[in-house]
């Protein structure tokens, strides 16, 4: 029998005609196959900003700009889940149900080709927007736009995309997501742009080691984008709000040149007005 240690998972499935995602339960099957590498795309590919963080976190926050390599790494994140952990349930969340098939399912950098499945595929159920892979493996998808849908499975992790744009971001980060996540040591990986909500800043304001957050710009994957593209966002956006929020991933508060600003409102709350003080 050939040392399959030395192969890569990708050409067995060539070889086979058969699916990625069937060839790694294949792998992940045999006995002589321990240590196999299973993730080459983080090994060999990713930046180091697009590599899991050590320890014991619950959410990975990537806040990055637009074209930073997001959504890759999130597809490539939950297909390591899934191979390192067969037989749970997991999520993709999205902003809308289509943003989750076109973008975080079927597009170019989504969760099918990192399983080697095609839109046509037997486990893909574009209807439902499941996979189901060998060994009682479930992938969900949401769209945001629809809270109540997230009530219901056990979750062992979660990928949500774009979360600083959910129309009812608490309702379901809150009441749907959090309480769906209850088996197998459970993470969630968060990649958005940035924006100035509340859930944002009080996942980027933990302190306990439970979120890891991490920030990057779009031209950290310049090798991988336009000259073209680039030079114009340059043009149009370098030194702007939009600029510093879209391209620099910075998380804005305040419009330039603001007589009030959010820091100063917040510095004087008080419960009460001085002349509406309770008898």
Avoid at 120 to 128: G, H, I, K, L, M
Avoid at 162 to 170: D, I, R
Avoid at 185 to 210: M, Y
Wanted: net charge negative; aromatic share 8%; with cysteine.
């Amino acid at each position: 029998m050939p040392d399959l240690s030395t192969l890569d998972p990708m050409a067995i499935a060539a070889r086979l005609a058969y699916p990625e995602a069937e060839v790694w339960q294949w792998v992940c099957d045999r006995d002589e196959c321990d240590g196999m590498p299973h993730d080459s795309w983080t090994q060999r590919h990713a930046r180091t900003k697009q590599r899991p963080p050590t320890g014991e976190w619950f959410v990975w926050l990537i806040i990055a700009g637009r074209g930073f390599g997001k959504t890759r790494t999130g597809a490539e994140w939950l297909a390591k889940q899934v191979r390192d952990r067969p037989g749970f349930h997991w999520a993709i969340a999205a902003r809308s149900t289509q943003d989750c098939r076109e973008v975080c399912m079927e597009g170019e950098s989504g969760l099918l080709r990192r399983l080697g499945l095609e839109i046509e595929s037997q486990q893909y159920n574009r209807t439902t927007g499941e996979i189901r892979l060998p060994g009682n493996t479930v992938i969900h998808s949401y769209g945001a736009e629809q809270p109540d849908r997230f009530r219901g499975p056990n979750l062992a992790g979660a990928w949500c995309d774009e979360l600083a744009t959910w129309k009812y971001m608490a309702a379901v980060w809150h009441e749907g997501l959090m309480p769906a996540l209850r088996v197998g040591n459970p993470r969630v990986l968060v990649t958005t742009t940035p924006r100035a909500v509340p859930l944002i800043k009080e996942l980027v304001a933990r302190d306990d080691g439970s979120v890891i957050v991490t920030r990057g710009s779009t031209y950290e994957n310049a090798a991988n984008l336009s000259e073209n593209a680039l030079r114009e966002l340059r043009r149009r956006y370098e030194g702007t709000r939009i600029g510093r929020q879209e391209l620099y991933g910075e998380v804005i508060e305040d419009i330039e040149g603001a007589l009030w600003t959010r820091t100063i409102v917040d510095d004087h709350r008080v419960v009460w007005a001085d002349d509406a003080q309770p008898a």
